[in-house]
């Protein structure tokens, strides 16, 4: 199965000649170790800057659910979402961070920053 990006749905920032940030937090992120079979257990925080349009939340749960049989890796992973988050909302400034929960005597986290260099400048 692969982990389709149409299933998220935005809703218009109304305010987008301000500034401020969104905190959205999955605290149940599953996946599966694509080496092991085992199950990966997460917290996927995701923080950005809106510029025309917002992430709606049952989209974004229903999209995070996906992951929950799909074989990938950590940094597959994190990168991944913050693929799909980029190319449908478009922010001025995103940042996904995943913390794994330990397996084996580790623990991961995998934080992605993204920037558009050409989103407008507000002063």
């Known amino acids: 199965m692969a982990v389709d990006r149409s299933i998220l749905e935005t809703f218009e920032n109304r305010f987008p000649h301000r500034d401020y ?28 800057t809106a510029n025309e349009k917002c992430v709606e939340l049952k989209s974004l749960k229903l999209y995070m659910q996906q992951y929950r049989n799909e074989g990938i890796f950590y940094e597959n992973v994190t990168n991944t979402i913050m693929d799909d988050l980029v190319a449908v909302l478009q922010p001025r400034w995103a940042e996904l961070k995943a913390e794994f929960t330990v397996r084996g005597g580790f623990s991961s986290v995998i934080t992605v920053e993204y920037f558009d260099e050409h989103a407008k400048v507000l002063g």
């Open 21 to 48: 940030e969104i905190k959205h937090t999955c605290h149940e992120f599953t996946s599966v170790c694509p080496k092991t079979g085992q199950p990966d257990f997460g917290t996927i925080h995701l923080r950005y």
